[in-house]
């Protein structure tokens, strides 16, 4: 496996792990950047499967992604998340948040959140007067007194509140563009942007493929 490359093609980005670091690119750069590369991927982007099924060194083993206790419509960069440990919580905060349990190496299920990108747009349509950014120095110590520390308290708690409601003492795992920031508000929280390719290294080296 010297030199494979790995890809999730998520809903926005191509995120390449070359075994060290993991490049979030977009479509088009991804692939001019990578197309004579040998790699192995796994995909949500279905609108991409025509255009990048030519790509002879490229190979994909969404297929062979397997959670035992997984549900018929799962997504397979879930999967291969929660491949990556055999017990923990799993969230991954991207343009939505998932949130799934593993217990000894069986899926026990999850729930999905709105990302906190999909959470401010929602206080946008309500009035121009909501229209805020997230408060990045939020506290959770005291209840706020401004609006926009207000909107950011009341996505952040809720969010909060319902991953420790499931919690129940397991390892949380957390990865996606805002993984890091929600990490902050557990204790004893693991951040790591590789927790889905480290999943696909497990199916890959188990199945001996690419």
Same mark, same amino acid.
């Given at each position: ?41 796994? =995909?949500?982007?279905?609108? $991409?499967?025509?255009?990048? *099924? ?6 994909? /083993? #969404? @297929? ?43 899926? =026990?299920?999850?729930?999905? $959140?709105?990302?906190?990108? *999909? ?6 349509? /309500? #009035? @121009? ?82």
């Amino acid at each position: 496996m010297k030199d494979l490359l790995l890809a999730d093609i998520g809903n926005t980005y191509f995120h390449i792990y070359d075994g060290q670091k993991v490049a979030h690119l977009s479509y088009d750069d991804a692939i001019t950047k990578y197309a004579k590369s040998p790699l192995c991927y796994i =995909s949500v982007k279905h609108q $991409l499967s025509a255009k990048i *099924a030519g790509m002879k060194n490229w190979k994909d /083993i #969404s @297929s062979l992604i397997k959670l035992e206790g997984e549900y018929e419509t799962m997504g397979v960069d879930r999967k291969a998340l929660c491949l990556s440990h055999e017990n923990g919580v799993f969230i991954d905060a991207g343009s939505a948040i998932t949130v799934d349990v593993v217990q000894n190496s069986l899926y =026990s299920g999850g729930f999905i $959140l709105p990302g906190i990108r *999909a959470y401010l747009e929602s206080y946008r349509r /309500i #009035s @121009s007067a909501l229209d805020i950014s997230l408060d990045q120095a939020l506290s959770l110590e005291n209840l706020p007194k401004t609006t926009k520390e207000q909107i950011s308290y009341g996505i952040i708690a809720s969010i909060k509140a319902l991953i420790q409601m499931h919690r129940d003492e397991k390892q949380l795992y957390f990865t996606g563009g805002d993984g890091k920031f929600l990490s902050t508000f557990f204790d004893d929280a693991i951040y790591d942007e590789t927790l889905v390719f480290r999943g696909m290294l497990k199916v890959i080296k188990d199945k001996k493929i690419c």
